[in-house]
């Protein structure tokens, strides 16, 4: 591969994890193209709620990597990359009854024995930090070291920062390769030439890397309210109810596919969602599931009677098959890297996600160990081709 300084990089997807890779490798002094096929931030990233949080993982690899993720947050924040955009604040995962309640419980453990601070709060004291929760709330964990961005926010700081001008409305049609090596992009009338490319285009990876039946789309309908505090977040934490934990360990509570947080944004807004679609991939919402939303949100936070519904919106997580994302380098072509299936964590992890598969290009060594996340898990005579 060239050197970093006469290499060019070409990175198919706007998103974060496009945006950051994009900016690591600039960084590193090698000069990258970024395409996308509407704009910066135009799929998931857009679209999404933005918690930084290690206490929505699944126990194991994800966990860990969150950890390394949020870690990552705050050292870009303290160099002042992510200055005034990534914000700390608790996550308080809420149990209505005695099996969420075990639920909650058992995933607390999981969290402490990972590392993660975690830190009972009784009735009494949940009711004075969030004057209002639901009569219903029977147990409460509060996990300290969380925190929130706006994923379209990110992306546009990662490439204002390197300077980086994305091509918009650039469509990828296909990644062409030439004695297995990847030599470049297709669009449309054009051949782009690069010494490297990294896919990171999200559900559009799936036909560029033949990941259809790998690849899954997952919508979510959200829902934002008007400004219940001005300036400040109206509430002392983000709020997630034991059915958001249930869909993130694979446990069926109810038939609703809601699982429910409640996110007090900086604005003073709230943001609720949110529902998880398998297999559907348009964007638009519906009263049904509007409503099963809002039902749940007023059960846990019935305040939220008195706010405004000023918009909703859907966004699609991909998600893979074995419910862990894809990075690492293709198995079969050189100069080839990919990263997708972030799910819905791409928001925590994708900074860090962005700057690993920089250093795959780069062939520099990793932060973290993510030989559990590479694509040749899937390596099949029709996969990854
Ligand atoms: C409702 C919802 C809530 C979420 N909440 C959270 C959360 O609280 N915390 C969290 O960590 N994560 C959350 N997520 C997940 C997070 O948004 C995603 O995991 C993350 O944004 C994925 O980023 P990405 O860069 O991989 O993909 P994307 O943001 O989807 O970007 C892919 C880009 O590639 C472009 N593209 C696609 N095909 C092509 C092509 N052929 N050629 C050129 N460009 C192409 C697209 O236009 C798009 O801009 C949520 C997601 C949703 C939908």
Do not use: W
């Not at 983000?238 to 360990?249: E, I, N, P, T, V």
């Not at 859907?314 to 998600?319: E, M, S």
Request: with cysteine; charged share 20%; hydrophobic share 45%.
């Amino acid at each position: 591969m060239a050197r970093p300084s006469s290499m060019h990089v070409a990175v198919v997807g706007a998103g974060i994890v496009g945006a950051a890779a994009a900016h690591f490798l600039a960084a590193a002094g090698t000069r990258v193209t970024v395409l996308d096929a509407s704009g910066p931030a135009a799929g998931a990233t857009g679209a999404s709620d933005g918690a930084v949080s290690v206490a929505s993982k699944r126990p194991g690899p994800m966990m860990e990597l969150a950890r390394h993720a949020r870690a990552f947050y705050g050292q870009l924040e303290a160099e002042g990359v992510f200055h005034g955009l990534f914000h700390r604040r608790s996550t308080f995962l809420i149990a209505q009854n005695a099996l969420e309640a075990e639920l909650v419980s058992q995933h607390g453990a999981d969290l402490a024995q990972a590392g993660e601070r975690v830190i009972a709060v009784a009735r009494a004291e949940l009711m004075n930090r969030i004057p209002g929760l639901g009569e219903g709330v029977t147990a409460a964990l509060e996990i300290p070291d969380d925190g929130h961005a706006l994923g379209y926010q990110i992306t546009s700081r990662l490439l204002q920062r390197s300077g980086i001008v994305v091509r918009r409305r650039a469509s990828v049609s296909e990644i062409v390769v030439r004695d297995g090596h990847a030599v470049g992009v297709a669009l449309a009338g054009e051949i782009l030439s690069a010494d490297a490319v990294l896919v990171a285009a999200g559900i559009g990876s799936a036909h560029l890397l033949n990941l259809g039946d790998i690849l899954i789309p997952r919508k979510g309908q959200m829902i934002v309210t008007d400004r219940a505090s001005t300036g400040r977040p109206a509430i002392d934490g983000h709020l997630m109810g034991a059915s958001y934990l249930a869909a993130k360990r694979g446990i069926v509570l109810d038939r609703s596919h809601i699982g429910l947080v409640i996110d007090p944004l900086v604005t003073g807004q709230f943001l609720l969602g949110g529902s998880r679609e398998d297999n559907r991939s348009d964007h638009r919402t519906d009263a049904v599931t509007v409503s099963a939303i809002l039902r749940a949100a007023l059960e846990l936070y019935p305040p939220l009677g008195a706010r405004r519904v000023v918009r909703t919106f859907a966004g699609v997580r991909t998600a893979s098959r074995d419910g862990l994302p894809i990075i690492g380098r293709h198995p079969h072509v050189d100069g080839l890297v990919v990263a997708t299936g972030f799910e819905g964590d791409g928001i925590c992890l994708g900074p860090f996600m962005g700057e690993s598969a920089a250093r795959m290009i780069l062939d520099r060594p990793l932060a973290a160990d993510l030989s559990m996340l590479t694509p040749s898990r899937f390596a099949r005579a029709e996969a990854c081709q």
